[in-house]
């Protein structure tokens, strides 16, 4: 048994055995790799952050949706009075024309 100083320290034999236990451990200091000639060495990939399908699907739309103008809330209102005194004669041509001109952006 390796003997134990009441404090929990290792004995001396302890402290010789495991300090060459280290030495036979430890490997060389030196890197192969950086010694290399050049052009033979190993190549490192670069590092670098890639941006998946769906985050870029994401940016572009968080992008888009930035672009939009903001909300005109007193226009919306008029609008809402009008259409609940019946007021509001919706032009079904000019609708259809707005939501095709609409698509068509969003596309591309």
């Known amino acids: 048994m390796v003997p134990v100083s009441q404090k929990?320290?290792?004995g001396s034999l302890n402290q010789v055995l495991a300090k060459k236990q280290a030495e036979?451990?430890?490997t060389s200091k030196t890197n192969p790799?950086?010694?290399a000639e050049e052009g033979?060495?190993?190549k490192a990939e670069?590092?670098?952050f890639v941006q998946s399908a769906k985050s870029s699907e994401?940016?572009?739309i968080k992008?888009?949706?930035n672009q939009l103008p903001?909300?005109?809330?007193?226009?919306?209102?008029k609008l809402r009075q009008m259409i609940k005194d019946g007021s509001y004669i919706a032009d079904s041509q000019k609708i259809a024309e707005n939501l095709l001109a609409t698509s068509i952006k969003v596309e591309e």
Not at 70 to 77: G, I, S
Request: proline residues 0%; without cysteine.
């Open 8 to 10: 929990g320290k290792l």
């Open 24 to 26: 036979k451990v430890q």
């Open 33 to 35: 790799y950086l010694n």
């Open 40 to 42: 033979k060495g190993i």
């Open 46 to 48: 670069q590092d670098g």
């Open 58 to 60: 994401v940016s572009r």
């Open 63 to 65: 992008e888009k949706a």
């Open 70 to 77: 903001d909300v005109d809330l007193e226009k919306v209102e």
